[in-house]
């Protein structure tokens, strides 16, 4: 394409274009195209996406490569760490991603402040004056003295900076509002960012840098810019939570260097995050007791069990097309399971208005958690009470039954720790192996089963009938 040229490229594939399209032709993703500007041929010479070759490059015998060994930094918030793999890699790039107003800013100004403890830091901001950094900081009692901050837009006087003061971590907040002179695209279009990181990427390999990327979101809730900004970095790490409430999540969604699978839990407060080491505690607090449309169940999060409380509220439907909402669990799961309720007990929930939440704003995205969700539906249209000191898990097959979870030892330890002294647990999970726990273990094989567990105790009259 002739430079200076514009174009228009698939935000998800890379696909491009002479004119805009509604539809990528080849991945199939909707408006993802937008305006770019054809960039200069680069000039020969390395290339620039050669991260790991230098110069001379040959095979090497399996048997011959070597254990690395990753030199971490800790970055004074464990949490933060256990999600790294145990502490910031040197001369790794990690992308921070998440909602305005998420934190992000904080939580990297307070780890620049232990991190320069041990090491240089440069920390860019392209978002905030030095004076709006400065305010923060102190909120967050930042000491620093290793600690350089540079407010600049400007990749080549980013990279200027960073010759100048050598620092062993680089931040920068965000990749979005760098901006290069040497590309035409507009800051924060795919070129740019792309370009961008490419360059810190770069940089940071061939220096040893450790460097943090703040990442913007975009409407869906995924990285703005290219896809291929997370394929470039070491590890992607998504900050979430509801803005609203004080708890945050951060998550790994890909990490070369440790395991996706780990959480940290942090709450946003006066002076900043804290790190939340109980956060099934934290997410019970403030709990109802004694209302129907509830029912505690334990989610996994990795190997980290977190109890969790599911809310119901199901109510008449005043129109013929009942509404549907859910906040914390997954859409089409919702409408799976009222489904299976339906039909297998027969229940009417499609006269019914359904709303689902789960306390605190975690997102519960794994089937165990189904046989909960069913138990406060059918507590709420029922309008009969599950047992607060109960703790339901299951996965719910489309007919009815219930299937095996993994880790369930490990949940039900998390439910004890926390005082519940009942757990309705797929009986396929005992087949294989007994639990000897000091918990009354309540196994069943399908979500009839669970109901008349449940009955003895306090399940409705109407759900009798029904069966
Ligand atoms: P921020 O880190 O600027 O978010 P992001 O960089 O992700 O956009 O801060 C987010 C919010 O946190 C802000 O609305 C104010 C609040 N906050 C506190 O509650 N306590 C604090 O100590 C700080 C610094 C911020
Ligand atoms: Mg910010």
New binding site residues.
């Given amino acids: 394409m002739k430079a200076g040229k514009t174009y228009y490229s698939c935000s998800e594939c890379g696909y491009r274009t002479a004119k805009w399209m509604g539809k990528c032709p080849t991945c199939g993703a909707w408006n993802t195209f937008t305006e770019e500007v054809a960039e200069p041929e680069p000039k020969a010479g390395a290339p620039a996406h050669a991260l790991f070759s230098s110069g001379d490059n040959h095979a090497v015998a399996y048997d011959k490569l070597e254990m690395p060994t990753y030199m971490r930094s800790k970055t004074g918030l464990g949490e933060l760490d256990r999600v790294l793999g145990g502490g910031l890699v040197h001369g790794s790039v990690v992308l921070l991603s998440?909602?305005?107003?998420?934190?992000?800013?904080?939580?990297?100004?307070q780890v620049s402040d232990v991190l320069c403890r041990s090491r240089k830091v440069l920390y860019v901001s392209g978002?905030?004056s030095g004076g709006q950094l400065k305010l923060?900081a102190e909120?967050?009692g930042v000491k620093g003295s290793n600690l350089y901050i540079l407010t600049e837009t400007n990749l080549d006087r980013v990279m200027r900076e960073v010759d100048a003061i050598q620092p062993e971590v680089l931040i920068v907040?965000?990749i979005q509002t760098l901006y290069s002179d040497r590309l035409t695209s507009a800051p924060g279009s795919i070129t740019q960012v792309r370009e961008n990181a490419l360059a810190l990427i770069n940089r940071a390999k061939g220096d040893g840098i450790s460097v943090l990327l703040?990442g913007h979101v975009n409407k869906e809730g995924g990285i703005a810019g290219p896809k291929v900004l997370e394929h470039m970095v070491d590890a992607v790490l998504y900050?979430e939570g509801e803005?609203q409430q004080?708890y945050r999540i951060i998550r790994a969604i890909k990490n070369r260097f440790g395991s996706t699978n780990e959480i940290g839990v942090f709450e946003?407060?006066?002076?900043?995050?804290r790190e939340v080491e109980n956060p099934s505690e934290l997410l019970l607090s403030g709990r109802p007791h004694g209302i129907s449309g509830n029912c505690a169940v334990c989610t996994l999060e990795g190997t980290r069990p977190l109890i969790a409380e599911v809310q119901a509220l199901v109510t008449q439907a005043p129109q013929p097309a009942p509404r549907r909402n859910s906040n914390g669990i997954d859409y089409n799961r919702m409408c799976l399971i009222l489904a299976v309720l339906e039909k297998r007990l027969g229940l009417r929930f499609s006269a019914n208005d359904v709303y689902l939440n789960v306390i605190g704003g975690l997102r519960l995205d794994e089937p165990a958690t189904d046989l909960a969700v069913a138990l406060a539906l059918i507590s709420s249209l029922t309008d009969r009470v599950v047992p607060d000191e109960l703790i339901a898990l299951g996965e719910l097959g489309l007919s009815g039954e219930l299937r095996a979870i993994s880790g369930l030892e490990n949940r039900v330890r998390e439910a004890m720790r926390l005082g519940f002294t009942r757990a309705v647990v797929p009986a396929r999970n005992l087949e294989k192996r007994k639990l000897d726990l000091p918990i009354e273990l309540l196994p069943v094989k399908s979500i009839y089963e669970a109901l008349r567990v449940l009955r003895k105790t306090d399940v409705p009259e109407k759900m009798e009938s029904d069966e």
Avoid at 98 to 109: A, D, F, N, Q
């Fill in positions: 998440g909602e305005p107003g998420i934190g992000k800013s904080t939580l990297l100004m978002e905030e923060r909120r967050l907040d965000s703040v900050f803005r004080a946003m407060e006066e002076h900043g995050l």
